[in-house]
Nanobody, 126 residues
Framework: VQLQASGGGLVQAGGSLRLSCAASGRTSSSYIMGWFRQAPGKEREFVASINVNGDSRSYADSVKGRFTNSKDNAKSTVYLQMNSLKPEDTAVYYC????????????????????WGQGTLVTVSS
């Protein structure tokens, strides 16, 4: 499966952005989807994950209550709605996918994902 992330940009603190991740290729398979981010000089970190069915989610504590992860399986697209953005949210955001036969499963470890998008830059100014 190929992943294409989009929607990044420059926003002021307190603003909102919505990231999209469109999947192509073997989209008939079932995938756990994840969002990760990497700030300059830092390691890539977990942001959010959503299960195959799109009815179970997990968030990093740093974004809980501000970010919402959703999935449209008919469009093979996942979204990350980011509200109340802070300067510390500035990073390159990556979407990731992992094929799974378990509809309940959530992944938070980047090592669990086989497929990655190219990343989209989010810059939050203070």
């Amino acid at each position: 499966v190929q992943l294409q992330a989009s929607g990044g940009g420059l926003v002021q603190a307190g603003g909102s952005l919505r990231l999209s991740c469109a999947a192509s290729g073997r989209t008939s398979s079932s995938y756990i989807m994840g969002w990760f981010r990497q700030a300059p000089g830092k390691e890539r970190e977990f942001v959010a994950s959503i299960n195959v069915n799109g009815d179970s989610r997990s968030y990093a504590d740093s974004v809980k209550g501000r970010f919402t992860n959703s999935k449209d399986n008919a469009k093979s697209t996942v979204y990350l709605q980011m509200n109340s953005l802070k300067p510390e949210d500035t990073a390159v955001y990556y979407c990731a996918a992992q094929e799974s036969a378990y509809t309940w499963m959530i992944l938070r470890d980047l090592r669990g994902f086989d497929f990655w998008g190219q990343g989209t830059l989010v810059t939050v100014s203070s």
